[in-house]
């Protein structure tokens, strides 16, 4: 059965897509089937896998209250990778639904049903070894529905002030996303767009590297370095282990799937006692710079 993955962040910018996008190449690699569902109007995640503008996608998949599979873009370049695209039609949906409705409406696009506060996953799924969900950077009806499904979180952070402060806010709505789906686990945050010349950048990582042991909050061993492959490789709708395989960036997208992977082989065993939710008294990440 597939493990269901959102990566989200409330803050914007920090490399949500980014990270979606090459980890959906890089469990594909490590030969896995990976879904890929935009869950952002934006839809940078569509385009970036080169998804043609209009497909229709997440958006009509809920407005038709249709299953996904209807619906789902098959990639020629990576057959092991299918994408259920975002769009504009997404900013929109809210007003469509109860609100009821809204806690639960991806249940009938990613085949899931609700238990009480657990969620079974259908045969829909039975196709996929992983779901990537990418969201926007708001607590908006999406998220929360994504959340509620999820096996986990990956919250990747920029090694700097305004990106490591959101951590705190966000760790509020894990909390809050907790009451609707138990099992929901942060996977790990994840420290991307590195760079290791840059003095604040390696004393930031120093503070999200002690979150383990401080707040018991997960952190990926996997950091994901500054490199322009991003930038050149979503240029030309591609991942970056297509665009510069060999780089330093491809070969870290490749260590987190295979952490990834390690960490989920046994979903099914390690999520029947749910990780117990502790809420830290306040989350502090500062650090000091002569
Ligand atoms: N590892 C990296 N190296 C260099 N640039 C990066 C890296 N990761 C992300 N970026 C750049 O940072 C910017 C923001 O990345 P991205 O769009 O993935 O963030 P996001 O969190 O999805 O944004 P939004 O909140 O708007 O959805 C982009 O211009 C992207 O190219
Ligand atoms: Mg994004």
């Known amino acids: 059965m597939a493990t269901i993955l959102t990566i989200a962040n409330q803050k914007g910018g920090v490399g949500k897509t980014t990270n979606a996008v090459n980890l959906a190449d890089a469990l594909a690699a490590l030969k896995k089937k990976v879904l ?26 809920i407005l038709q209250r249709a299953l996904f599979t ?23 949906i809210g007003q469509a639904f109860s609100e009821l409705e809204r806690n639960i409406m991806i249940d009938p696009v990613l085949g899931v049903v609700r238990h009480g506060a657990t969620f079974q996953k259908t045969t829909a799924l039975k196709g996929y070894d992983y779901v990537i969900i990418d969201t926007h950077p708001s607590l908006d009806s999406l998220l929360t529905a994504a959340m509620a499904v999820s096996d ?17 806010l966000f760790y509020g709505w894990y909390n809050q996303a907790k009451v609707l789906n138990a099992n929901l686990a942060i996977a790990g945050c994840l420290v991307t767009n590195f760079d290791q010349d840059n003095a604040t950048h390696r004393a930031y990582l120093k503070q999200i590297r002690s979150l383990p042991e401080k707040y ?19 240029a030309i709708k591609q991942g970056v282990s297509q665009y510069r395989g060999k780089s330093p960036i ?25 990780p117990v939710v502790e809420k830290p008294a306040d989350i502090e990440i500062a650090i000091d710079i002569d």
């Open 152 to 168: 986990g979180l990956v919250i990747p952070l920029f090694p700097e002030k305004f990106s490591v402060d959101g951590l705190k």
């Open 36 to 61: 890929l569902i935009d869950g952002d109007y934006q839809a940078n995640a569509t385009s970036a896998m080169g998804v043609p503008e209009g497909h229709p996608g997440l958006a009509t998949a």
């Open 70 to 92: 209807n619906f789902v873009a098959p990639l020629e370049r990576q057959p092991l990778i299918e994408v259920l695209a975002g769009a504009m039609d997404l900013n929109n």
């Open 216 to 234: 018991r909050i997960p952190v990926f061993d996997t950091v994901i370095p500054n490199s322009k492959s991003v930038a050149g490789a979503s």
């Open 250 to 274: 491809a070969q870290s997208y490749r260590s987190l799937a295979k952490e990834i992977d390690k960490l989920y082989k046994d979903t099914q065993t390690t999520l029947i006692d749910p």
